[in-house]
């Protein structure tokens, strides 16, 4: 295992991945972890519902899930992304958690930056394009610092959240 404590998960092997498994179908017990974290994979699920399901499933009464996920960000790892999520949407797919803490983790200057980046490589291919991506990423950096300050004081401007949730004690 990669801990004494964790197990990593993953569709495909790796060298930090104790067990291949598809997230649809988790071969764990019913209540067999205290927590279960998730960082930008939800994005890449064909039935994020399911997966969900199948973290509560494995979660022990009390166990904590963490889940982020981007809402505005390029296309990546295609053909595998197929969803993006606000915070009401975070709730919806984990329905029958008590959510502990969520938010915004990125702001529109990381996600500016970002999509100005993949312009740049779209139109200007090879080393022309890394040249504008360098420009790009440069010019917008200092930005990104106005970020925390934007997120804070309107939420609804995040481009990627955080979600953090309780399995209830007892069965509702």
Excluded: Q
Excluded at 8 to 14: F, G, R, V
Excluded at 26 to 48: C, I, Q, R, Y
Excluded at 49 to 69: H, N, Q, T
Excluded at 141 to 160: E, M, Q, S, W
């Amino acid at each position: 295992m990669s801990g004494d404590h964790w197990v990593n998960l993953d569709i495909s092997p790796h060298n930090n991945v104790d067990i291949i498994a598809d997230g649809h179908f988790l071969p764990f017990k019913d209540g067999s972890f205290d927590a279960v974290t998730s960082n930008s994979v939800f994005e890449h699920l064909k039935d994020p519902f399911r997966v969900a399901a199948e973290v509560k499933r494995i979660l022990k009464p009390g166990g904590l899930v963490w889940c982020d996920v981007p809402f505005s960000y390029p296309v990546h790892g295609s053909p595998h992304d197929f969803f993006r999520y606000t915070l009401g949407g975070l709730k919806s797919i984990y329905a029958g958690l008590e959510p502990v803490d969520m938010g915004p983790t990125k702001g529109p200057f990381a996600s500016i930056a970002r999509f100005g980046e993949v312009a740049a490589d779209t139109l200007f291919p090879g080393s022309l394009g890394f040249a504008f991506r360098w420009v790009i990423a440069w010019s917008l950096f200092g930005f990104k610092f106005l970020d925390p300050y934007i997120v804070r004081k309107n939420p609804d401007a995040g481009t990627a959240f955080y979600f953090l949730a309780r399995k209830p004690e007892t069965a509702n």
